[in-house]
């Protein structure tokens, strides 16, 4: 499974709000929903991290509101992923806290999943579902209703994808591979947009088509948190330099 999957399958039975019905090659599949409540703000304090006995970064801390950007900077292994990954509950910090509404996201991870859509540089997508039913499926998670499929087409066409909506996920190229993962993001309506390396692999008419997404997801009180190292560049975004928490520079300067 891929991370994005990963993060709705856990949920827990006390949290379930509702149940939704999906169909695919004329079977109905049951899946749980939790309803999202909205953040006004989302934190990080005193973070740290390590992976494989590795001290990655420490003392990290970030806050944003709705409506604004976060761009993580920072050379190879500072930890922009990592970080990634903690905010989106894949990986628990090894020092500090996340919070969400003023709140630890440990304490309800079920409703901190259900707000936010993570995009991994590596995403795969089911190699026999179609462009529309992979995204179909993941609209399908953040949904107690049945799915727009207008809505659907749309995020696919906002991504130069409608004439590939029915061609299986093997027969794309790696470019349009990603564009599939990214139309994920309009079809889910999740506040927190969580995205590793977004314009990796991306022609420029794709790149575009992501800035344009996420300033109207903004528009709308949508957040947005990316990592990159490409010069990808959002008005107004707050820039965090991962490079200025590894373990490396804060020994240099003690």
């Known amino acids: 499974r891929d ?4 993060l709705h399958s856990n949920s827990t039975p006390h949290r379930l709000t509702g149940c939704i019905r999906l169909r695919s090659h004329g079977r109905a599949t049951s899946l749980h929903y939790v309803a999202p409540v909205k953040m006004e703000g989302f934190q990080g304090e005193d973070l740290a991290c ?4 590795r001290l990655v970064f420490e003392g990290l801390d970030f806050a944003i509101r709705p409506s604004d950007a976060l761009l993580l900077a ?6 922009k992923s990592s970080l990634l990954r903690l905010m989106g509950g894949l990986l628990r910090p090894a020092a500090g806290r996340l919070l969400a509404n003023g709140l630890p996201i440990s304490h309800d991870p079920d409703a901190h999943r259900a707000r936010l859509h993570y995009v991994g540089h590596t995403d795969p997508l089911n190699s026999v579902l179609t462009v529309r039913e992979s995204v179909h499926f993941f609209a399908s998670l953040h949904s107690s209703t049945i799915v727009n499929e207008e809505a659907v087409l749309d995020a696919i066409g906002h991504f ?8 299986p ?4 190229s790696s470019g349009q591979r990603r564009r599939t993962n990214l139309a994920r993001l309009l079809a889910t309506h999740a506040q927190l947009w969580l995205l590793d390396e977004p314009t990796l692999g991306l022609d420029e008419s794709a790149i575009n088509a992501l800035v344009t997404a996420t300033t109207q997801h903004r528009a709308q009180g949508g957040m947005v948190i990316a990592a990159t190292h490409t010069g990808f560049q959002l008005a107004d975004a707050v820039h965090l330099d991962m490079s200025a928490h590894t373990a490396a520079y804060v020994a240099a300067r003690k």
């Open 50 to 53: 390590i992976r494989g006995e």
């Open 169 to 172: 996920g093997r027969f794309l």
């Open 3 to 6: 991370d994005s999957t990963r």
């Open 160 to 167: 130069g994808m409608s004439g590939l909506a029915d061609i």
């Open 74 to 79: 920072g050379h190879n292994g500072s930890g």
